[in-house]
Structures are given as structure tokens and as C-alpha cells.
């Protein structure tokens, strides 16, 4: 039997596959929050089981005035409270060679000048090979201007180019409509081709949504089962315990429309719903997914107030704490209509999915962090073991955690041991962590950097992808405009959400998961 416990699962399976090419990374805002948390933490894990390839460095390139050895200082503090493997000294010295750090003014000319220089510099020290990655992890309204500074600056390759490249990495917000969205495609388009731009969702770097295709089309049992003659309904879940935080400016004009269901979602009901890809192929997966986009309903005429519910968090506890509700948070208006939590009702109308509705939810300050996607089955006719109306069987549920205790759990009906017939539903559960070991799954940074360097856009998203997306968002984001509300229902921080949710999914005879 396979040593799982000492195989890296970023590598077991992709040796043929996922070759990460030397280059610099320059990440854009290398003094900030994601930077600290989650980049740098994410390759110094990729150094610490030895996926970086041998000629690498990143660059921090931020407003903020540091030296070499400062942003050094500031990466190790970040490791050491963010990191999934532990801070180790020898492993950690000879990762700080790789990283330096140049003060940057993103307006100034200048400042693109002095960092070619230093890149030439440590593309040298580094055998580097010239190969450059661009991490945009700054506003969306900035991304415009620094992509002209670079290619003004010479630092930018053709496509064409064989022997070097040059990437680039966009963080969401990837718009903030249909009219924006396609506004940044456009600024990214006439520097970068298609091919050297990747638009990053984290999610999809999380191993149970990549776990979706696998489960699908890995297994003989579940494709054939996979479609409206045998799926009652799909629920999706993405619920956060925190509240707004430190981002309200930023939440105020996103809410939960924009800054879940937009992305994380739409990309989960996509991996579930798409049909079999021929290869594993960035192309190919990304055209299926695209071709589930294009087959949500839209929602037209009144569909909106039926279909979708939103509300805020209203003062509560999170685990025996007291919170405030949104509109008491600091920065947020007295007045605000922002949505904290949204639930809606969709399909996805082709041959496969007609009739087959998807619930999706997502909200903040909600009773636990959890992630989850459950294909619910038909129930059982009401023959032998189903026939006492007053207490039916449960239907067969399959049901994919991707955060926390990432798995994939079944329920079934089974008997209970006795004289008896009785009838009890039980789940077959599997976790990562407990087959996998503790430190099998990783972050899906790792992933996805790695998978930048490799050049390999399978888990990013496509221009059209993009704007698929926000084509459907659309149709509600207009309906609210519509209909401008003066306020919104609230629920209780701590609690599942709002009964206006509840009745949106009991009306149609079915109810909300327990997670």
C-alpha cells in the first residue's frame, strides 16, 4: 500500500505533467495583508518540499519603504503565524535568499526603471532563465496603469517569445459589473495576451474542488447517477463566521453578490454541473465551464424578489461572543442596503440539468465556517421500506466539504441491527486529513502559484469565463436597481441566516442542510 503519508500531494500523479519553470515573481503589494498571509507562506511551502524550482525569486514591489533585510523580516513573521508547515531555520535561510524587495511609486516611471534594473540583477544572481511573473495583488483601479508602466518599462515578453515569458496574476475584484469587467479585460488585453494572463480564484485551488472532477469522472459509479432523471436538487453553501472586518470600504460596494456569489460560487456550481472534458486541458476544462454559464436561467421580469433573498447580520453571538450587526460595524453607513448574506434559487438549463434547481447560499457572521456542496437524490418510491408517509425515508445525499475538514461523505439508508425492520440513515465519510495525514492538503496559493510557474491556466479563469459570469449577475444586479430597497431583513449573528431564506427553499417542499 501507497506511504501517503510521505508522498507530496502536490506532485503524486503530476510528475508528468507540472514542470515549475525558473523565474521571478514581482508581487504587487508585496508589503500587504495578502502578501504576509498568504503568498509569501505559500512558497516558502512550496521551498519546504522542494517544488520551487532551483532558479527563483520574488520580488515585493509596494509603497511602503523597506530594505532587503526588512522584507525578509516581515516574510518570516508572516510564516511563522500563516504558514501549514512549520518555521524551520535551515529551510528558512536558504528561502530568504530568494526574496528582496524594491519601494515602489505605482505612477512613477521611475520606479518601473529601477525595478528592470533590479530584475536584471537578480535574474542573474538567481539563473532566473528572465522568466517573469507579475502578482497583482492591488485595487482593481491600479491594474490599468501598471500594466502600461510595465510595458513601457521594456518589462514585458511577447507571447511569442520561446526562449523567456512573462505572466501576469489578477486578484478579484475582476470587475464589479459587466461594464467594468470587460473595461479591465480590455486594459489587460492590449499589454498581455490571452495566454499569459491569469485571473485567480482561490477556491479553485482548494483540493475537494479539485477533488469535483475527480470524484465525477474518476469513478464509474457516480457520472451515470450525475444528471435530472436522478438528482432531486444541489445545494452549495459557502458561510463565513467572520464579520466584516477591516474591509468595509471595500465590502460596502461589493456585498455578498459581488464578492462570493460572483466568483466562488458560480465557479463551484461550474465544477459540479459541467459536462466531461476529453483531456485534462486548461482549454478544454474552461470551455465547459464557460458552456454551464452560458445555460444559467437568467432572471427576468420578477424572478429576482421570488428567487433571491438578501439581509444583513443583525447584532448576536459568535461562539459566546457578542458581536455588532453590520450597520454598527465602523465604516459602515446607519442606512446601508448592503448585503451581508444572499440566497437564491437557479438552473441551469440543458439536457442534462432541466429541472434539477441549485440552491446556493453565502453569508457572513453565519453559525460556522463551512464550505459545502451536496447532490441531494430523488427519494425512494413509497414501496416497501418507504411507505409510512409520516416518516419517510432521508434521500441519499453526497455531500463535498471543501472547508473546513475538507472530504467527501455519502448518506444511505441502512438497517438497524434486531429483530425489526428498521430503517436509520448513516454517512460513509472520508477526510482528507485522516487518510492523508495532517499535512497532506495544501494551501490553494501553493497550488496555484506552482501552477503559474508551470505555465498550466486549467484553474484560472478565462476572459469570456469572466464575463459570462457577470452577464448572468447582471440580470439581478438590475433588478435591484429596479427596485431599490430601504432596508433589508436581518438575521442574528451566529444563526443560519434569515427565515426569508428558509421559506425560499420550504415553498418549493425541500430544506436547507444542517452542516
Request: charged share 25%.
Amino acid at each position: 500500500m501507497a506511504d501517503y503519508q510521505n508522498e507530496n500531494p502536490l506532485t503524486v500523479g503530476l510528475e508528468k505533467t507540472l514542470h515549475p519553470q525558473p523565474c521571478s515573481l514581482v508581487i504587487f503589494g508585496g508589503s500587504g495583508d495578502l502578501s504576509r498571509r498568504k503568498l509569501l507562506p505559500a512558497l516558502y511551502n512550496l521551498a519546504f518540499d522542494g517544488l520551487l524550482p532551483t532558479g527563483f525569486a520574488a520580488i515585493g514591489f509596494a509603497r511602503s519603504e523597506m530594505a532587503d533585510h526588512e522584507f525578509r523580516a516581515f516574510a518570516a513573521e508572516g510564516v511563522q503565524k500563516f504558514s501549514r508547515r512549520r518555521y524551520e531555520a535551515t529551510h528558512w535561510q536558504d528561502f530568504e535568499r530568494s526574496l528582496f524587495y524594491r519601494t515602489a511609486s505605482f505612477e512613477d516611471p521611475k520606479s518601473y526603471a529601477e525595478l528592470k534594473a533590479a530584475l536584471e540583477a537578480i535574474e542573474s544572481q538567481r539563473a532566473t532563465l528572465g522568466n517573469r511573473v507579475f502578482y497583482l495583488a492591488i485595487p482593481p483601479t491600479m491594474i490599468g496603469l501598471c500594466v502600461k508602466q510595465l510595458q513601457a518599462a521594456g518589462l514585458i515578453y511577447p507571447a511569442k517569445q520561446t526562449d523567456r515569458f512573462s505572466r501576469i496574476v489578477v486578484e478579484k475584484p475582476l470587475g464589479r459589473d459587466l461594464e467594468t469587467a470587460r473595461k479591465l479585460n480590455d486594459e489587460l488585453g492590449e499589454v498581455f495576451d490571452e495566454s499569459q494572463i491569469y485571473r485567480i480564484d482561490h477556491y479553485l485551488g482548494k483540493e475537494t474542488v479539485q477533488n469535483i472532477l475527480v470524484m465525477r469522472f474518476g469513478n464509474s459509479i457516480f457520472e451515470p447517477l450525475w444528471d435530472q432523471k436522478n438528482i432531486d436538487h444541489v445545494q452549495i453553501t459557502v458561510a463565513e463566521e467572520e464579520g466584516v472586518g477591516t474591509r468595509a470600504g471595500y465590502y460596502e460596494e461589493a456585498g455578498a453578490l459581488r464578492d462570493i456569489v460572483q466568483n466562488h460560487i458560480l465557479q463551484l456550481v461550474c465544477m459540479t454541473a459541467m459536462e466531461p472534458p476529453y483531456q485534462m486541458n486548461a482549454e478544454v476544462i474552461r470551455s465547459h465551464k464557460l458552456e454551464v454559464l452560458r445555460c444559467l436561467r437568467p432572471m427576468v421580469d420578477e424572478d429576482f424578489q421570488r428567487y433571491v433573498v438578501r439581509a444583513q447580520y443583525a447584532a448576536g453571538y459568535c461562539r459566546g461572543v457578542e458581536v455588532p450587526g453590520y450597520r454598527n460595524e465602523q465604516g459602515i453607513r446607519p442606512d446601508s442596503t448592503t448585503e451581508t448574506y444572499i440566497a437564491m434559487r437557479v438552473f441551469v438549463d440543458n439536457w442534462r440539468w432541466a429541472g434539477v434547481p441549485f440552491y446556493l447560499r453565502t453569508g457572513k457572521r453565519m453559525a460556522k465556517r463551512a464550505t459545502e456542496i451536496t447532490v441531494q437524490y430523488k427519494t425512494v418510491p413509497r414501496v416497501l421500506f418507504n411507505v409510512d408517509a409520516a416518516n419517510p425515508l432521508e434521500p441519499n445525499a453526497l455531500s463535498l466539504r471543501i472547508q473546513p475538514d475538507e472530504g467527501i461523505s455519502l448518506r444511505i439508508s441502512a438497517k438497524l441491527p434486531g429483530p425489526k425492520v428498521r430503517i436509520y440513515p448513516v454517512k460513509m465519510d472520508f477526510r482528507y486529513g485522516s487518510t492523508f495525514g495532517a499535512q497532506a492538503s495544501p494551501e490553494a496559493y501553493e497550488r496555484l502559484l506552482l501552477e503559474v510557474m508551470a505555465g498550466d491556466a486549467t484553474l484560472f479563469m478565462r476572459r469570456d469565463e469572466v464575463e459570462a459570469a457577470w452577464q448572468w449577475i447582471s440580470s439581478i444586479q438590475q433588478g435591484w436597481a429596479r427596485n431599490p430597497a430601504k432596508w433589508l431583513p436581518e438575521y442574528k449573528a451566529g444563526t443560519w441566516g434569515p427565515v426569508e431564506a428558509d421559506r425560499l427553499i420550504e415553498s418549493d417542499g425541500r430544506q436547507w442542510r444542517t452542516l
